[in-house]
């Protein structure tokens, strides 16, 4: 990596980017239906790294784009992660009462606000990549492109399907046996971070990449880049779930196996799961070897993706 080049201090500036983006298409937290859009404040302004709309940030950079352009844009992909995120935690779903160290949207709000705030939270990441008035003089075809990607990765192939299969088909504890029934458990699991976890941080590098102007070259080796990232993220997130504690990941650790839910570490152990998220990596790495320096910023997410602690 160029050593005049720094990671931390560019995930400060383009998170402090997006932030200020996300204040600026949002409604205030007055707005009415001001409980609402308070529940939605509550949620979006928790303290998110925002991972997805920096990486499509740094795609659309390293094939030449105008990530000033882009930005009122991919703070969609945001928004979709909030809502995802609220769902998440209902009691219908994965039950939680902590969220990057406060109590989840529900907690504080209510089921019902929860439910609608995500609601919300959806329409108008969607709104947003198909208004005209953003983003001008983007190409229309890449803009619809986006808007394509984003359904993908928000709908039954994406977000929603991954979470039916994580509610009703994550591996039970007998998957973890030797053998068929192993590899069978590992197939299931990776459809699930695919689906869960890996749609949205591909389609994240991949609509980065269309508002950037990608060739169709550079555009199929960003969709690699992003699917090895997207799977290690979720790796190495369940190695977390594992070995962080709750101070560090800011909510409930070991969910999965209270749960009696399989994650990576508990049918392959820790050391073969981080050394799976390393290939994962290394691919993603391999796939924009022949990207120039403004590629800096993808390469040093890919590590930092593998080696974060929360």
Same mark, same amino acid.
């Given at each position: *990596?160029?050593?005049?080049?720094?990671?931390?201090?560019?995930?400060? %500036?383009?998170?402090?980017?997006?932030?200020?983006?996300?204040?600026?298409?949002?409604?205030?937290?007055? @707005?009415?239906?001001? $409980?609402?859009?308070?529940?939605?404040?509550?949620?979006?302004? =928790?303290?998110?790294?925002? !991972?997805?709309?920096?990486?499509?940030?740094?795609?659309?950079?390293?094939? +030449?784009? &105008? @990530?000033?352009?882009?930005?009122?844009? !991919?703070? =969609?992909?945001?928004?979709?992660?909030?809502?995802?995120?609220?769902? %998440?935690?209902?009691?219908? *779903?994965?039950?939680?009462? /902590?969220?990057?160290?406060?109590?989840?949207?529900?907690?504080?709000?209510?089921?019902?606000?929860?439910?609608?705030?995500?609601?919300?939270?959806? #329409?108008?990441?969607?709104?947003? $990549?198909?208004?005209?008035?953003?983003?001008? +003089?983007?190409?229309?075809?890449?803009?619809?492109?986006?808007?394509?990607?984003?359904?993908?990765?928000?709908?039954?192939?994406?977000?929603?399907?991954?979470?039916? *299969? &994580?509610?009703?088909?994550?591996?039970?504890?007998?998957? #973890?046996?030797?053998?068929?029934?192993?590899?069978?458990? $590992?197939?299931?699991?990776?459809?699930?971070?695919?689906?869960?976890?890996?749609?949205?941080?591909? #389609?994240? /590098?991949?609509?980065? =990449?269309?508002?950037? +102007? =990608?060739?169709?070259?550079?555009? @199929?080796?960003?969709?690699?880049?992003?699917?090895?990232?997207?799977?290690?993220?979720?790796?190495?997130?369940?190695?977390?779930?594992?070995? @962080?504690?709750?101070?560090? *990941?800011?909510?409930?650790?070991?969910?999965?196996? %209270?749960?009696?839910?399989?994650?990576?570490? %508990?049918?392959?152990?820790?050391? #073969?799961?981080?050394?799976?998220?390393?290939?994962?990596?290394?691919?993603?790495?391999?796939?924009?070897?022949?990207?120039?320096?403004?590629?800096?910023?993808?390469?040093?997410?890919?590590?930092?993706?593998?080696?974060?602690?929360?």
């Amino acid at each position: *990596m160029d050593a005049r080049f720094s990671l931390g201090t560019y995930l400060d %500036d383009r998170k402090a980017r997006v932030d200020k983006a996300l204040r600026d298409v949002l409604p205030g937290p007055d @707005a009415p239906p001001a $409980l609402l859009h308070q529940a939605i404040h509550y949620s979006v302004f =928790a303290g998110g790294k925002r !991972i997805r709309p920096i990486l499509a940030l740094a795609a659309c950079d390293a094939v +030449g784009g &105008d @990530a000033d352009r882009v930005l009122p844009l !991919i703070v =969609a992909l945001e928004l979709i992660h909030t809502y995802s995120l609220i769902h %998440d935690d209902l009691p219908a *779903m994965d039950d939680d009462d /902590v969220r990057r160290g406060q109590p989840t949207n529900h907690r504080v709000f209510g089921e019902d606000l929860a439910i609608l705030a995500g609601d919300a939270l959806q #329409a108008l990441a969607f709104g947003l $990549l198909s208004d005209p008035n953003r983003g001008r +003089g983007l190409p229309a075809e890449a803009r619809l492109a986006a808007v394509s990607e984003l359904v993908a990765a928000a709908g039954g192939d994406g977000l929603v399907g991954g979470q039916v *299969m &994580d509610l009703r088909e994550a591996p039970p504890p007998a998957a #973890a046996a030797d053998g068929p029934a192993r590899d069978a458990a $590992l197939a299931t699991l990776d459809g699930i971070h695919a689906r869960k976890t890996g749609a949205l941080i591909r #389609a994240a /590098v991949r609509i980065g =990449a269309r508002l950037g +102007g =990608a060739s169709p070259e550079q555009l @199929a080796a960003l969709s690699r880049y992003g699917e090895g990232v997207g799977l290690a993220f979720q790796i190495a997130d369940d190695l977390l779930d594992v070995e @962080a504690t709750p101070e560090e *990941m800011g909510k409930a650790t070991h969910k999965d196996r %209270d749960r009696r839910k399989w994650a990576y570490p %508990d049918v392959v152990g820790c050391d #073969a799961s981080r050394a799976i998220a390393r290939r994962w990596i290394d691919g993603a790495l391999a796939a924009i070897d022949t990207f120039d320096a403004r590629a800096e910023p993808l390469r040093g997410l890919a590590r930092f993706i593998l080696d974060r602690r929360s």
